[in-house]
């Protein structure tokens, strides 16, 4: 039986023994949208999943950061930021693929590199002045990376050029960016100019709620293809991310969904498994957005 587009491209990818990067902009991404892939492919590629931002910064925070800690039940950003790394260091290991923490700071921390005129002394008051995304909802989450992000979109831009020198062979699988959150947007566009091989995942659980931007899908032509293989460990591969499963889940039933990859046409042509990029499914009871879960 003849595979379908999907496999048949990540067969040939993997029979090429070319790298392949993955880029996850949070500690868990990476897992909660390619855990069943990761878990396939990990066994026969060089398969180096990178993450970007897994770093916070010192106080003040802002009321979405801290309302993010609260939410968790934690006082100190670094510790979190600590066990959230062994969380991801432990579960990539289950599945045998490398590792890099490149060492950004998370949007819900960030700060521009040169702050606003006239804003230090009422920054110590109101932080918000002093950061990148002053809210969660209105900022960080509304789909758009902020002008005083120039300078990360280029460091990201510089972390890829770094993982996959040359720029000829290699893949990079990046985040399409569904759900809207600027570090997903970002990784993505500084992904779609690195002139490599690419292709995108659609984000888990956020896709589950919210569709694509079809601009981007229908400026890269691409195609969406669904991914079935290694479903079954997957729910356990997500509790591993402890501190964070507890609130994108809260209910403890993490649903089984097909992982979504969208592929140039070019790469997925002419097969059944060709579909438009997926719909939203409508009970979004277990994907809560408050406190700027990353």
Same mark, same amino acid.
């Given at each position: 039986?003849?595979d379908d587009?999907?496999?048949s491209?990540?067969?040939?990818?993997v029979?090429s023994d070319? +790298?392949?990067?993955?880029?996850?902009?949070h500690?868990d $991404?990476?897992?909660l949208?390619?855990?069943g892939?990761?878990?396939w492919?990990g066994?026969?590629a060089?398969?180096?999943?990178a993450?970007?931002?897994?770093?916070?910064?010192?106080? +003040?925070?802002?009321?979405?950061?801290?309302?993010?800690l609260k939410?968790?039940?934690?006082?100190?950003?670094? $510790?979190?930021?600590?066990?959230?790394r062994?969380e991801?260091?432990?579960?990539?290991?289950?599945?045998? @693929?490398?590792?890099c923490h490149?060492?950004? @700071?998370? #949007?819900?921390f960030?700060?521009? =590199?040169r702050p606003?005129?006239?804003?230090?002394?009422?920054a110590?008051?109101? +932080?918000?002045? /002093?950061?990148?995304y002053? !809210?969660?909802?209105?900022h960080l &989450?509304?789909?758009r990376v &902020?002008?005083l992000?120039?300078e990360?979109?280029r %460091?990201?831009?510089e !972390?890829?050029?770094a993982?996959?020198?040359?720029?000829?062979g290699? *893949?990079? *699988?990046?985040?399409?960016?569904?759900?809207?959150h600027?570090?997903h947007?970002?990784?993505r566009?500084? /992904?779609?100019?690195?002139?490599?091989r690419?292709?995108?995942?659609?984000?888990?659980?956020?896709?589950?709620r &919210?569709t +694509? $931007?079809?601009?981007?899908? #229908?400026?890269?032509?691409?195609?969406a293809?669904?991914?079935?293989?290694?479903?079954?460990?997957? =729910?356990?591969?997500?509790?591993?991310y402890? !501190?964070q499963?507890?609130?994108?889940?809260? %209910?403890? *039933?993490i649903?089984?969904?097909p %992982?979504v990859?969208?592929?140039? %046409? =070019?790469? #997925?042509?002419?097969?059944?498994g060709? !579909?438009?990029?997926?719909?939203p499914?409508r009970d979004?009871r277990?994907?809560?957005?408050a #406190?700027? @879960?990353?």
């Amino acid at each position: 039986m003849a595979d379908d587009p999907l496999t048949s491209f990540v067969r040939t990818v993997v029979r090429s023994d070319v +790298p392949v990067l993955v880029l996850s902009p949070h500690l868990d $991404d990476a897992v909660l949208s390619c855990g069943g892939l990761l878990g396939w492919a990990g066994r026969r590629a060089p398969v180096t999943v990178a993450t970007l931002f897994t770093e916070t910064a010192p106080p +003040p925070y802002t009321r979405s950061a801290r309302q993010y800690l609260k939410q968790l039940g934690v006082d100190d950003a670094e $510790d979190l930021y600590a066990e959230r790394r062994a969380e991801d260091r432990r579960v990539l290991e289950r599945l045998d @693929v490398r590792y890099c923490h490149v060492g950004l @700071v998370d #949007g819900l921390f960030r700060r521009p =590199a040169r702050p606003r005129p006239g804003t230090e002394r009422l920054a110590r008051l109101l +932080p918000e002045l /002093a950061h990148v995304y002053p !809210t969660y909802r209105l900022h960080l &989450s509304r789909g758009r990376v &902020s002008p005083l992000d120039t300078e990360m979109l280029r %460091e990201v831009g510089e !972390t890829i050029d770094a993982l996959l020198p040359g720029p000829s062979g290699g *893949l990079v *699988l990046a985040p399409l960016g569904v759900g809207g959150h600027a570090d997903h947007i970002l990784v993505r566009d500084a /992904a779609a100019k690195c002139g490599r091989r690419i292709a995108y995942y659609s984000d888990f659980p956020y896709n589950q709620r &919210s569709t +694509p $931007d079809t601009r981007f899908t #229908g400026r890269h032509h691409l195609v969406a293809r669904c991914w079935e293989r290694g479903l079954d460990r997957k =729910a356990e591969l997500i509790r591993g991310y402890g !501190t964070q499963a507890r609130a994108l889940f809260p %209910e403890g *039933l993490i649903p089984r969904a097909p %992982e979504v990859y969208l592929l140039p %046409e =070019a790469a #997925g042509k002419g097969g059944p498994g060709a !579909t438009r990029p997926t719909a939203p499914r409508r009970d979004a009871r277990s994907v809560p957005t408050a #406190g700027g @879960v990353s």
